[in-house]
């Protein structure tokens, strides 16, 4: 990995830069105070990438999990458009999985817009298959797909 990026626990120091960045992508976001609330749930793992720009370190991306027993749903992930095309969501995935594969995931479940292309690549890339449609799902009627990932040998 690039000495200047490093991936590491979401701290609640991070959340503004968080918030920046979905602004910055123009995505639905949580409300900031149910964002700092569910960081400190026992169940969320989430992760920041954080970078060396001109010297100064700023948050570039994240990635936002939950799980329960031994199922997981990606919540969310992104990376700042600067940033992006450059493995940083991968290794953000990756970074999380690997987390949570020690504490017993075996599974992965995820919600997609079906024109998000970039995060639907990105998933399939990452092993995802489509297991249904979520018809007019979201507030603007676009269907969602559901995606899931096995990991390892645990179906
Ligand atoms: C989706 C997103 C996280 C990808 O981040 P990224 O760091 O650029 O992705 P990576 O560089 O790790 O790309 C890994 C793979 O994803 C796919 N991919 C990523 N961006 C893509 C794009 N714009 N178009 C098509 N495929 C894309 C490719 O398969 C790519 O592999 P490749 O580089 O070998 O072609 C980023 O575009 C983003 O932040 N989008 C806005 C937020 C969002 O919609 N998140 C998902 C819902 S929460």
């Known amino acids: ?62 990635a936002v999990f939950s799980l329960a027993a031994d199922e997981v749903e990606l919540l969310a992930i992104a990376v700042v458009r600067t940033w992006q095309h450059r493995g940083m969501a991968q290794k953000l995935f990756d970074f999380g999985i690997t987390v949570l594969l020690r504490v017993g995931a075996k599974k992965v479940f995820l919600e997609v817009r079906r024109g998000n292309t970039p995060a639907i690549s990105l998933y399939q890339k990452l092993g995802f298959l489509q297991i249904g449609v ?19 040998t645990g179906a």
């Open 134 to 152: 979520r018809k007019k799902y979201y507030d603007d009627k676009e269907d969602a797909l559901l995606m899931s990932l096995s990991l390892g």
């Open 1 to 62: 990995m690039n000495s200047d990026v490093t991936i590491r626990r979401m701290i609640l120091a991070d959340v503004e830069s968080v918030f920046q960045i979905q602004e910055s992508l123009g995505f639905e976001h949580w409300p900031l105070s149910e964002f700092e609330e569910e960081l400190l749930r026992p169940y969320i793992f989430a992760f920041s990438l954080e970078v060396v720009e001109n010297g100064e370190k700023k948050i570039a991306g994240y």
